[in-house]
């Protein structure tokens, strides 16, 4: 049964404009805010689990996994009683994600209290707006509200986004110091499975939620490699860009399609390196980066997020343990170059470029210096807003451009109401400043992936202007929502730009 906290937020409205569209207006209007409890919470847990110190290098800050469904047969009263029914017991499997984070008094870190205080289910409503209306190719005008903001400290915000034409999106918000790409992926996958497989959720390898800071705890004594202090800088408001021109980046979905990565992969391999789709795709990005950059500045750069689980050292790390794991074992990969290196190279040589740029991080040992170089720096966290992050995403130096690759991850996405048409992750980066890119594979299970991007106005001129057209923009009809783009559209789209 539901276990509700009684609180339900008055409606609250959020309006986009859609030039060129048949609807002129996209209105998210929040229609409810509920606590739910988790049923049957675990004996014994722990009242309160320290993060590790792999989840302190990233810190706190949301993020979001968006799934986004055509009209179900069944309706969407159906969907919402699903969710509603469903979610104490999820909470009771996952119980961390009823609690809160909340700052230790002594130490000044952060922790997560398993108090069963309850995640949120919020439901809300698109309008008069139906799937097909939606310009899905620019994130400021569609991803970007349906992640609905929520409140500091929740684990867990469940948002049920409802549109005119019978389809629906579900959202998961979390914080990131409880997930990386591979824990947060893990939910909805363990919602799949909560309604629909033979025994349930509890058919499900328990997540390892206590096994937090005794998985990934500090070497005695700690060692690493002096290069490590050069990597990370407080996150300072004295040394991020400022709020405008954080503002002038611009917000982009684009599609890329199976046969456009099998290309650019073979373009990128050589008798003796096969590159990967991922080392493919980001030697073309690198190219166009280094396009939009040329006469600006004389480098460039690329960095990567690494997911360490495979080669975590099973001798040091229980596989069991480490694939049941939701937390952060994630790392900064990068590499800078010159302009003209980046732009007159082979695409198979700037692949093999990125190739050796995440091998230089993906090594058991790496995590285990980057344990041990938090655990000497956690007094920052007793200052005020006290956080560490990394050089290449501030935004100084030359341009950088991070690439967060969330293709290893399936998301099933189905849980009695069809598969989902879109699966994207989703975060707000605040005042970082350098442009980013999060790429996740398409539910279609084509070989297909989907990009979000944070842009400088320039790049994306230089990305939609590509003449191989490998980024193509995401729009409702190649999602699979609807009508095929207009030529109306595709102007009004340009002249955004």
Not at 6 to 31: F, K, N
Not at 84 to 108: D, Q
Request: with cysteine; glycine share 8%; net charge neutral.
């Amino acid at each position: 049964m539901p276990c509700p906290v009684s609180y339900v937020e008055p409606p609250t409205q959020s309006t986009l404009v859609l030039d060129g569209m048949p609807t002129e207006r996209l209105d998210v209007v929040v229609a409810s805010r509920e606590l739910l409890r988790a049923s049957d919470p675990p004996p014994g847990f722990p009242a309160t689990l320290a993060v590790s110190n792999l989840d302190l290098i990233f810190g706190s800050f949301h993020v979001y996994l968006i799934n986004i469904y055509p009209s179900p047969p069944a309706g969407l009263p159906a969907v919402l009683t699903a969710v509603r029914a469903a979610l104490p017991t999820f909470l009771s499997r996952f119980f961390p994600f009823a609690g809160r984070i909340v700052t230790n008094a002594s130490t000044g870190l952060p922790e997560i209290a398993c108090t069963n205080a309850g995640a949120e289910l919020v439901v809300a409503d698109a309008g008069a707006t139906p799937l097909a209306d939606v310009d899905f190719a620019d994130s400021d005008r569609s991803i970007s509200r349906v992640a609905l903001p929520f409140a500091r400290g929740l684990a867990l915000s469940l948002q049920l986004v409802r549109f005119a034409c019978g389809g629906f999106a579900l959202a998961w918000g979390t914080d990131h110091l409880l997930v990386d790409g591979h824990g947060l992926t893990a939910l909805p996958n363990a919602w799949a499975d909560l309604l629909l497989r033979a025994g349930g959720l509890w058919s499900w390898a328990p997540p390892a939620h206590r096994e937090r800071t005794d998985l990934f705890g500090p070497r005695n004594p700690p060692r690493y490699s002096p290069s490590l202090d050069a990597e990370f800088t407080r996150y300072d408001a004295s040394g991020l860009p400022n709020a405008l021109l954080v503002a002038s980046f611009v917000r982009r979905n684009y599609v890329v399609a199976a046969a456009d990565v099998d290309r650019l992969r073979a373009a990128a391999s050589t008798p003796a390196r096969r590159a990967t789709r991922l080392e493919a795709l980001s030697a073309h990005v690198w190219k166009l980066l280094a396009i939009a950059v040329a006469g600006s500045d004389a480098r460039c750069r690329m960095a990567w997020l690494v997911d360490g689980r495979r080669r975590l050292d099973p001798a040091r790390f229980d596989p069991y343990v480490v694939r049941r794991y939701l937390g952060n074992v994630v790392t900064y990969a990068s590499r800078e170059e010159t302009v003209d290196a980046v732009s007159s190279a082979p695409l198979a040589d700037v692949a093999a470029m990125a190739g050796a740029a995440i091998a230089e991080v993906f090594r058991s040992e790496r995590f285990e210096e980057l344990v041990d170089w938090m655990e000497e720096r956690k007094e920052v966290f007793k200052q005020e807003g006290g956080k560490w992050t990394e050089v290449v995403g501030v935004g100084t130096g030359s341009p950088a451009l991070v690439v967060s690759a969330f293709v290893p991850f399936k998301v099933e996405g189905d849980f009695g109401f069809g598969r989902p048409r879109l699966v994207m992750p989703w975060i707000r980066p605040g005042r970082l400043g350098s442009a980013s890119m999060m790429m996740a594979r398409s539910p279609r299970e084509d070989g297909s992936w989907v990009i979000t991007a944070r842009l400088w106005p320039r790049l994306a001129e230089v990305i939609e202007a590509d003449p191989e057209a490998v980024l193509k923009p995401a729009t409702a009809a190649r999602l699979g929502f609807g009508r095929a783009p207009t030529s109306v559209d595709v102007v009004n789209h340009a002249s955004r730009m």
